[in-house]
């Protein structure tokens, strides 16, 4: 890599922290090349990225973004993803680090609060904001489904006993 390339990554990363809803960090070594694309495609499908940095660069992105704190975490083979989403990358990265003990979670950020390892495993158990989004247009439509209901309910009833007085009219 050279300077050029260098000065381009560290100005991408920097970028993708300051936007990034959350940040994670996690341990990789002994992964599969195939079990690393796995992890970037289920990374991409939520909405997040995983990349792979020197960690130098990595730390020289960070300063001067709400997630500096994490700086101490860059030692060893480590690996950085990251969402707009708060949710979608620690979510992503602690199930597959469930299924595959190679990738150790190690901690992250959430803005400039600084997440150690269990915190972003908590962060991983929240729901989505999709699915909070879906539990609130739920909760908005549900009481104007019911106040529906109970109003056409004595309009069927009348209409009911109507239709029972002309049948019993009919039979006479």
């Known amino acids: 890599m050279d300077r050029a390339e260098k000065r381009e990554l560290v100005t991408g990363l ?20 195939a079990q690393m694309n796995d992890l970037r495609v289920k990374m991409g499908q939520a909405g997040g990225t995983v990349k792979v940095a020197k960690n130098r660069l990595a730390k020289i992105a960070l300063q001067g973004t709400g997630s500096e704190g994490i700086i101490d975490l860059f030692k060893g083979q480590t690996l950085v993803a990251y969402s707009d989403d708060p949710v979608a990358a620690p979510k992503v990265a602690s199930d597959f680090a469930k299924g595959n003990d190679k990738l150790v979670i190690l901690g992250g950020a959430m803005g400039s609060t600084t997440l150690d390892a269990d915190g972003v495993k908590a962060l991983a158990t929240l729901p989505s904001l999709d699915e909070l989004r879906g539990k609130l247009v739920g909760l908005i439509v549900a009481p104007a489904t019911k106040i529906a209901q109970i109003v056409n309910a004595p309009a069927g009833a009348v209409a009911r006993v109507i239709g029972a007085y002309a049948r019993e009219n009919e039979a006479a």
């Open 14 to 33: 920097n970028d993708a922290f300051k936007g990034a809803g959350s940040v994670v960090v996690a341990h990789y070594a002994g992964i599969t090349v």
